[in-house]
């Protein structure tokens, strides 16, 4: 190994397939899957903020956390278009996936969510 690079079994697929206890190949599939819900996420973002002219920019995204800027006023839109798009995204992959539903608790909360800001 030279000096200065990496331990062995450091780098972030070796690391999610340890914790996942799967082999480093299928840690790129979950790696890659990962990615493509952030993607689609910011898409549906920029969408909703467009739609509903919300204000917001997108900051950083970090492992599974992405942030969003807005003035404290769209706050609470801001997180409602954050919420839809979670199960925006959510319902399109698993339709791809052949399942047509969500968990019930996942859309009951969001509705709790939608009626407590009408």
């Known amino acids: 190994m030279l000096a200065g690079s990496k331990a062995e079994g450091t780098d972030l697929h070796t690391v999610v397939a340890n914790q996942l206890h799967i082999?480093?190949?299928?840690?790129?599939?979950?790696q890659s899957?990962?990615?493509d819900f952030l993607h689609?996420?910011?898409v549906c973002?920029?969408?909703l903020c467009a739609e509903y002219s919300i204000p917001a920019r997108f900051v950083i995204s970090i492992h599974d956390e992405v942030?969003?800027?807005c003035s404290e006023e769209d706050a609470p839109r801001l997180g409602l278009a954050l919420?839809?798009?979670n199960m925006y995204v959510r319902s399109f992959i698993s339709s791809k996936l052949g399942i047509e539903q969500l968990p019930l608790v996942r859309c009951f909360l969001l509705g709790k969510v939608i009626a407590q800001h009408q």
Not at 23 to 30: C, E, I, P, S
């Open 40 to 42: 689609l996420l910011l």
């Open 33 to 35: 899957s990962a990615v």
């Open 67 to 69: 942030r969003f800027l």
């Open 23 to 30: 082999d480093r190949g299928q840690a790129k599939l979950v």
């Open 45 to 47: 973002m920029e969408w």
């Open 83 to 85: 919420m839809l798009s």
